[in-house]
């Protein structure tokens, strides 16, 4: 199995594709049966077929396994942001406040009406 790496400097994104219906392409590297890849600060956004495209981001570390495992742990990277990005914005939602209470009902409305 091979793969080629190629990384754009502009957006940093870095993409790779299994080449091996085409060994010949420049700087493919031979990646054996299971592909282990630690990238600093990386986090998937786009993955179908034989295709994968990371984000940098400043803080997470993870590995690329065999291509039948990279679908359900994008997944579950993905859940995994879903859920700390949901906790990041209800701490900056403040304290619920307590619901207002209605006066009680008069027993006799013939004040209301009088007035």
């Known amino acids: 199995m091979y793969s080629f790496w190629k990384l754009d400097p502009s957006e940093k ?6 080449t091996d219906s085409d060994p010949y392409i420049e700087a493919a590297s031979h990646a054996g049966t299971i592909r282990r890849g630690v990238f600093l600060s990386a986090k998937i956004f786009y993955n179908f ?7 940098f981001l400043p803080t ?30 209800l701490v900056d939602i403040p304290s619920p406040q307590p ?5 009680p009902l008069p027993n006799d409305y013939e004040q209301l009406l009088k007035g």
Not at 99 to 103: A, K, M, N
């Open 13 to 18: 994104i870095l993409i790779m594709i299994d």
């Open 99 to 103: 619901p207002i209470i209605p006066p």
């Open 49 to 55: 077929a034989n295709y994968l495209c990371l984000v």
């Open 60 to 89: 997470l570390i993870f590995k690329l396994l065999t291509f039948a495992y990279i679908i359900r742990d994008a997944s579950r990277i993905v859940d995994r942001f879903l859920n700390v990005e949901l906790r990041l914005r």
